[in-house]
Structure formats: C-alpha cells, structure tokens
C-alpha cells in the first residue's frame, strides 16, 4: 500500500533572493536596450578617440624644453631641448615665463636632480627621462593646467552620461510598469522596497560594468600608445573614481526611480525627474568649469553628488590630502544611506497611486 504523498508547498523566497531575481531582470532588459548600447558605444568610441589623439599630439610634438642647471647629468638619449642656466633661480624665471616645460635642478636624492613644473608635472619631460624622478611645482594652487581640464572633463563626461542614460532608464521603466498595470502583479507577490532594491542594483550592476569597460580600454590604449606616465599619474583617480561612481550612482538611481513613481504617464516624467537631473548636471558643471579653482574643486569634492568627480580630480592635481578621499567617502555612504530611505519611502508612498501626478507632501506623507 503506497503512503499518501503530501503535498509540496511552495515557499516565498528569501528577500535577498528576491532582490537578485528584480535585479536579474533589469540587466536583460537594459541589455537589450538600444539606449543602453548606444551609450555605451558612444563613450567607448569618446575613449578611443581621446586616447589615440593624445598619442599623435604626442608624436608630432616637439622635443620638451628644459632648462637644466649646471652640474645636472642628464641620460644621453633623453631627447630634450636643453638651455643651460647657472642656478635655480634663473631656471625658475624661464619656467615662470613659459619659455621651457619645466626645470632640472640639482638635489641630494638618488639620481642627483629634481624636476621643476610650473602649475602641473611635466609629464613629458618627466616620461623623456625614462626614470621617475621627484617633481616640484611652483605653483601649487592645484589648478593643473590644461591636463587638469581634460581630466575633469572626462571624468565628469562618463559619470554625467551614465547617470543620465540609467537614471532616466529606471524612471522610465517605474512610470511603464505603473502605466502598464504590471506593477501590481509584480507588487502582489514581491515587497515594494525589495522592487526598489533590485532595480537600484541592477542598473548600479550595469552602470559599474559600463565604467569598468571604459577604465580598462583607456589603461590598454594609454599602455599601446606609450602614454605611461599619464596611465601612473591617473591609477589611483580611476580606483577611487569607480568606488565614488558605485556609491553616487546608487543615490541617484533611487532619487530617478522614487520621483519617476510620482507619475502615471510617460509624457508627465520630466515633471518630477528635472530636479534630480539638475543635481547632476549642476556640480558637474561646476567641477568642469572651476577645474582651475582649488577652493571650488576642494568643496565639490566633499558635496556627495559632485565627489565622484572632485575627488578623483584632486586625487590626480595631488592636491588631496590620503584622508581626505576617505572623509568624502563617508559622508557619500552616510548621505547615499539617508536618500535612499527617503527615496524608498516615496518609491513605497507613490507606486500604487495611479492618476495624476502624486505631490512630493503627500508622497512623504503616505
């Protein structure tokens, strides 16, 4: 006689699972979005080009000048242009003046001479001598030229384009499903914040792939082309950049998604999203533009929505201090942890109010 088989129960999943799975699904769905695929190919081809354009300005430039003071032994096949001074100080003038990139001294150090930049190392001269040797500038008000102002522009246009192109994906994809009906089947068996959860990973989970992508074609194309002392110089910028680009991301990925749950129509998304794009577009500005003012850099660097940028600028100007990236760091984390929670609570708040467009007041008010 058989026994009587009970009945298998289905069990709900663990939340952590149930975020993976909402995750899980937002990377195939962006995957094979044609938003995703021109953004990206649209900031490889950006990378690629800025990369091989610095390679031939580099080839087709002159020998860097330098002025060397009497007594430095330079390498034979250094390959620069050399005026010969009597001391430091008439280096310095020539420096100043901008009649040569930069200045040899003497010094008590291993190789026996130091090099003197003006307002950013000479990367050139500093490459030409085939050593790394110490770099002293004379202006150390941490603008860095024009080499400053490509950095921050690049570092400011990836984290610009990706935070757009995600952040007005999941907004769009929160007022579809509320648009569509969908989100009350998927609300019928899945937690409203683990939704949330998995959305914001997701798209964070793509975006630090798109990033990383980038960081590892420009140290491949730096590496090809010869550029290495420009990849030394922003190693420790791109680290620092991909885990302020996790973090700021995150904000603001709840930020689209909470305010893109306050409306119903697609048509109705700029309405509530054009506060959070002006977060972004604001500081990034600013770093971009003020790239030669250090009190400006200094205090984006530290505004939780502008750090991703500022930071890893001044991480690579060399005018931060090691604490310092850690310290904005903190109030990244302790700011992403306060936004998020207010953005679950709208997300929450908004997410079944089908109509008209939900008020912040109310939102908050539940």
């Known amino acids: 006689m058989n026994a009587a088989r009970t009945p298998a129960v289905a069990r709900p999943y663990s939340t952590g699972r149930t975020v993976w799975l909402v995750a ?14 021109v953004s990206t190919g649209i900031l490889l081809l950006l990378l690629v080009g800025s990369v091989v354009v610095g390679a031939l300005t580099s080839l087709n430039a002159e020998a860097p000048k330098v002025a060397v003071v009497a007594g430095v032994e330079l390498p034979a096949d250094s390959g620069l242009t050399v005026t010969e001074v009597a001391d430091r100080a008439a ?5 100043r003046a901008g009649d040569v990139d930069a200045a040899i001294i003497p010094d008590d150090g291993p190789l026996g001479y ?29 603008t860095g030229g024009f080499l ?19 952040g007005q994906t999941i907004a769009q994809s929160v007022v579809e499903e509320k648009q569509t009906r969908v989100v009350e089947i998927l609300l019928a068996t899945i937690p409203t914040r683990a939704l949330l959860a998995g959305k914001i990973l997701g798209t964070t989970i793509l975006a630090l792939g798109q990033i990383t992508l980038l960081l590892s074609l420009a140290i491949i194309g730096l590496t090809v082309t010869g550029q290495g002392e420009l990849l030394t110089g922003l190693g420790l910028p791109f680290v620092w950049f991909a885990i302020f680009f996790v973090l700021g991301f995150a904000l603001l990925a709840s930020l ?43 205090i984006m660097s530290y505004v939780p929505f502008s750090a991703p940028v500022g930071m890893p600028l001044r991480l690579f100007l060399g005018t931060a201090e090691w ?19 207010l953005g679950a609570r709208i997300y929450e708040n908004s997410l079944l109010r089908i109509g008209t467009r939900v008020k912040l007041a109310e939102a908050l008010r539940g």
């Open 91 to 95: 280096a310095e003038k020539l420096v």
């Open 256 to 298: 689209f998604a909470a305010t893109g749950a306050m409306v119903s129509r697609q048509e109705d998304i700029g309405s509530t999203t054009t506060p959070v794009t002006m977060l972004v577009m604001i500081p990034y500005f600013v770093v971009v533009f003020f790239n030669d003012n250090d009190l400006v850099v200094k």
């Open 323 to 341: 604490w310092e990236p850690l310290l904005s760091l903190a109030i990244l984390v302790a700011t992403c942890v306060a936004v998020i929670a």
């Open 24 to 37: 899980q699904r937002e990377i195939m769905v962006r995957l094979r979005s044609v938003a995703f695929l």
């Open 148 to 166: 400053g102002y490509l950095v921050a522009i690049g570092f400011g246009l990836v984290f610009f384009i990706s935070a757009m192109t995600f």
């Open 114 to 142: 130091v090099v003197l930049g003006d307002d950013s190392p000479p990367l050139g001269v500093v490459q030409a001598l085939s050593v790394a040797p110490p770099v002293e500038l004379l202006d150390t008000s941490g």
